[in-house]
T-cell receptor
Framework: DGGITQSPKYLFRKEGQNVTLSCEQN?????MYWYRQDPGQGLRLIYY???????QKGDIAEGYSVSREKKESFPLTVTSAQKNPTAFYLC?????????????FGNGTRLTVT | QKEVEQNSGPLSVPEGAIASLNCTYS??????FFWYRQYSGKSPELIMS????GDKEDGRFTAQLNKASQYVSLLIRDSQPSDSATYLC???????????????FGKGTKLSVKP
């Protein structure tokens, strides 16, 4: 079955450590996205990518980095520069990066930094 | 400031009733509107998309769009306890002139359907 796989489901890290969240899709979608969700908040866009080897900052990119070396993969690194990293992270994809195509989400990674 | 506003709720309805969820948005040129359902601790799942003024029905769900009023709603008929979730409204908005736009999400409305 086609879909988006995020791993791990839960991740615990000590403050000051970088951590990488995995996102893989087999939907053959061109565009991929990373969102962050905090309790009682809407989804906020961190980074997005329309094609391989290209990505753009979203609304809250500071303290995060991404790469898009393969169409299927869009890993997110949460660096030690991110001041409040504890959150629910959602990876999504769409056929193309156009406003009329909906996003499909992975199951999310819940990151806790202490 | 590009915004999508939703009443946070909780909205409580009895089983079998109609649940009405509302959303307003700030960008009058927005063309694409989506409703997602998110169960507690889970990721959002798409339940409706609407692009033209009027109503769009899919099973027990009806999306209503009024671009002049910058208003989109979701009606859930014959509400079931399994419909209890947070419903997110998402609107495509251009952040800059000429850009393709990003999906902007509201904070969601929590719906509780009581047996």
């Amino acid at each position: 079955d086609g879909g988006i796989t995020q791993s791990p489901k839960y991740l615990f890290r000590k403050e000051g450590q970088n951590v990488t969240l995995s996102c893989e899709q087999n939907l053959n979608h061109d565009a991929m996205y990373w969102y962050r969700q905090d309790p009682g908040q809407g989804l906020r866009l961190i980074y997005y990518s329309q094609i391989v080897n290209d990505f753009q900052k979203g609304d809250i990119a500071e303290g995060y980095s991404v790469s898009r070396e393969k169409k299927e993969s869009f890993p997110l690194t949460v660096t030690s520069a991110q001041k409040n990293p504890t959150a629910f992270y959602l990876c999504a994809s769409s056929i193309v990066r156009q406003g009329n195509t909906p996003l499909h989400f992975g199951n999310g990674t819940r990151l806790t930094v202490t | 400031q590009k915004e999508v506003e939703q009443n946070s709720g909780p909205l409580s309805v009895p089983e079998g009733a109609i649940a009405s969820l509302n959303c307003t948005y700030s960008d009058r040129v927005s063309q694409s509107f989506f409703w997602y359902r998110q169960y507690s601790g889970k990721s959002p799942e798409l339940i409706m998309s609407i692009y033209s003024n009027g109503d769009k029905e899919d099973g027990r769900f009806t999306a209503q769009l009024n671009k002049a009023s910058q208003y989109v709603s979701l009606l859930i008929r014959d509400s079931q306890p399994s419909d209890s979730a947070t419903y997110l409204c998402a609107v495509n908005m251009r952040m800059r002139e000429g850009s393709q736009g990003n999906l902007i999400f509201g904070k969601g409305t929590k719906l509780s359907v009581k047996p």
